[in-house]
């Protein structure tokens, strides 16, 4: 019997757990609250992210990691910022022939490593990394959705695509963990520039100028750390730059629009002002370190980290976006 697990029942979680819910005869959805494990065993409900759709009846909640130690695969569907503690907590519980697939876009600080990284210190360098334009509400009412993995072990990637990938869902294999998983970050750095932009009520030339020079830049950065140039053009790189740039649905070009408009936001309270700050710190640490000029990167981190109005830090954008 093919049982998988799924790691986090917020939105993505509960959406992959559904898609592949499809492909095997048991998903096991670990989360931590018992009452809401209680009231998904119970209605069939995700009360919290999706109170009106269904789960199916082949999608188990449970809050004991030890029901995840004969899964094939077990997805990680949690933020940046809870990674290593959970690996800590399933390195003397899950087996060594599980797959392990990282979906989290972000780097820990001051480490300076992604996540597939870190899932290598506590167990091998064979796990699969997700990543690609995608939302998680569409994936749970099965939208057409594509997205890129990768991974150093091309049976695992196989592995990993026959219990996700539905007629609706389509995954592309890639062989670039390096380039896939920056993509992932960049794309985030990309979509508080464009935000900035918005909330300054730049004009468009100007902020499809911004979002272009972004995209250059991804390629520059992932080609000068060891990854392949060539997977910015894929669906982890392009597009999922354009969408989280362009979309009012991504977080973090809503959080770029606040910066640009000057609103004081409560960074204990938002998660994701926690999470894009580690990546802008990160990101900047990276191009100083390997002697890369990023233009985009050092407005997000003016405007974010040192707190540059935004209008003096565009400025200094613009004067160096073509030297």
């Given at each position: 019997?093919?049982?998988?697990?799924?790691?986090?029942?917020?939105?993505?979680?509960?959406?992959?757990?559904?898609?592949?819910?499809?492909?095997?005869?048991?998903?096991?959805?670990?989360?931590?609250?018992?009452?809401?494990?209680?009231?998904?065993?119970?209605?069939?409900?995700?009360?919290?992210?999706?109170?009106?759709?269904?789960?199916?009846?082949?999608?188990?909640?449970?809050?004991?990691?030890?029901?995840?130690?004969?899964?094939?695969?077990?997805?990680?569907?949690?933020?940046?910022?809870?990674?290593?503690?959970?690996?800590?907590?399933?390195?003397?519980?899950?087996?060594?022939?599980?797959?392990?697939?990282?979906?989290?876009?972000?780097?820990?600080?001051?480490?300076?490593?992604?996540?597939?990284?870190?899932?290598?210190?506590?167990?091998?360098?064979?796990?699969?990394?997700?990543?690609?334009?995608?939302?998680?509400?569409?994936?749970m009412l099965n939208l057409a959705t594509v997205s890129n993995i990768a991974s150093k072990n091309r049976e695992n990637s196989e592995k990993v695509k026959s219990v996700l990938a539905t007629?609706?869902?389509?995954?592309?294999?890639?062989?670039?963990?390096?380039?896939?998983?920056?993509?992932?970050?960049?794309?985030?750095?990309?979509?508080?520039?464009?935000?900035?932009?918005?909330?300054?009520?730049?004009?468009?030339?100007?902020?499809?100028?911004?979002?272009?020079?972004?995209?250059?830049?991804?390629?520059?950065?992932?080609?000068s750390i060891g990854g392949q140039e060539s997977t910015a053009s894929e669906y982890c790189g392009f597009g999922d730059l354009v969408l989280t740039s362009t979309s009012l649905e991504s977080?973090?070009?809503?959080?770029?629009?606040?910066?640009?408009?000057?609103?004081?936001?409560?960074?204990?309270?938002?998660g994701i002002v926690f999470e894009g700050k580690n990546s802008i710190m990160a990101m900047k640490r990276i191009c100083d370190e390997n002697n890369i000029k990023s233009v985009t990167v050092?407005?997000?981190?003016?405007?974010?980290?040192?707190?540059?109005?935004?209008?003096?830090?565009?400025?200094?954008?613009?004067?160096?976006?073509?030297?």
């Open positions: 019997m093919e049982k998988v697990g799924v790691m986090g029942a917020g939105s993505l979680g509960t959406a992959l757990a559904q898609t592949i819910s499809e492909n095997v005869d048991e998903v096991y959805l670990y989360l931590r609250k018992k009452k809401l494990r209680d009231s998904i065993n119970e209605t069939r409900y995700n009360t919290e992210y999706y109170p009106n759709t269904k789960l199916k009846d082949n999608i188990i909640a449970t809050t004991d990691l030890n029901d995840l130690n004969d899964c094939s695969v077990i997805f990680l569907a949690i933020p940046s910022s809870a990674f290593r503690s959970t690996m800590e907590k399933l390195k003397g519980i899950l087996n060594n022939e599980a797959i392990l697939v990282t979906t989290a876009k972000g780097i820990e600080y001051p480490s300076l490593k992604t996540m597939g990284k870190v899932v290598e210190e506590y167990f091998n360098d064979n796990y699969v990394a997700l990543s690609g334009p995608n939302f998680a509400s569409e994936i007629p609706q869902f389509k995954l592309k294999i890639i062989d670039d963990v390096i380039g896939l998983e920056i993509c992932g970050i960049l794309k985030n750095i990309n979509a508080i520039a464009n935000g900035i932009c918005e909330g300054m009520n730049i004009n468009e030339n100007a902020r499809f100028a911004v979002l272009t020079k972004g995209f250059e830049d991804t390629k520059i950065i992932i080609k977080r973090n070009h809503t959080l770029g629009m606040l910066y640009g408009q000057r609103i004081i936001v409560d960074e204990k309270s938002s050092d407005f997000v981190y003016d405007v974010i980290v040192k707190q540059i109005p935004p209008t003096i830090a565009f400025n200094s954008l613009w004067e160096n976006i073509e030297e």
